[in-house]
């Protein structure tokens, strides 16, 4: 339980320094703080629905992936630039979201265990972190990377996704063995939440006040 709260309110930490950095922040670290606020109110929304209703909370998880998602693309465009072709990046917003309502529409919908979805969220996640890393070593500009905001940015997204990739691809197999294994992925889910949400703070620390 005490992991399960952690995991639920760590965001306030990143968020609340975002907020008071934000008149030092660039575009897409404004999308990135915006990105935060949203997710606590999705995250604290599902927890009060829990609390107060007869039904899982599944629902908002969905919604949560969705509203991740569309933002880190956006972020992911703003730090990619023109490395990240137009098109494709319309692709990948009108495919994933067609996927979603696909998600929802089928079996247990939003009811169920979002898990291959978040499987995809992660893959395509991952691909754009290789795509960032690739362009900083091929530009070489910047010369202390892991001073940074974008290199704790994408660490926090490389180790959330690459845990969550293999949790969520194969939870459907693991819940028809054992419901036991359900507790057991939401813990290790709570643990890569907190790492990614400790890894986010410390980006923001690296963001230096503007000097005018």
Known sequence: MLLLHLALYIPFLPALLGVFKWKSLSQAQCWF????????????SG???????????????????LIEYFFLLQIFKLLLGKSLNITLWYS???????????????????WGF???IHALEALIVLSLVVMW????????????????????????????????FLLFFFSTF?????MAA??????????LIIILYVLYTVALLW??????
Request: aromatic share 16%; net charge positive.
């Open 114 to 116: 979002p898990d291959y």
């Open 47 to 65: 927890e009060l629905w829990q609390k107060y209703s007869e039904h899982n909370n599944l629902p908002f998880f969905h919604v949560y992936i």
């Open 207 to 212: 963001i230096k006040k503007i000097i005018k």
């Open 174 to 178: 693991l819940l028809s063995i054992e």
């Open 182 to 191: 359900y507790d057991a992925i939401w813990k290790v889910h709570c643990i």
């Open 33 to 44: 703080v915006w990105m935060l606020c949203a997710i606590l109110v999705i995250s604290i």
């Open 92 to 110: 990948l917003r009108i495919g994933f979201l067609v996927l979603w309502i696909l998600n929802v529409s089928i079996n247990n919908g939003w």
């Open 133 to 164: 890393l690739a362009k900083t070593l091929r530009e070489k500009v910047v010369s202390n990377p892991e001073k940074t905001f974008e290199f704790w940015f994408c660490s926090g997204l490389l180790v959330f996704f690459s845990g969550n």
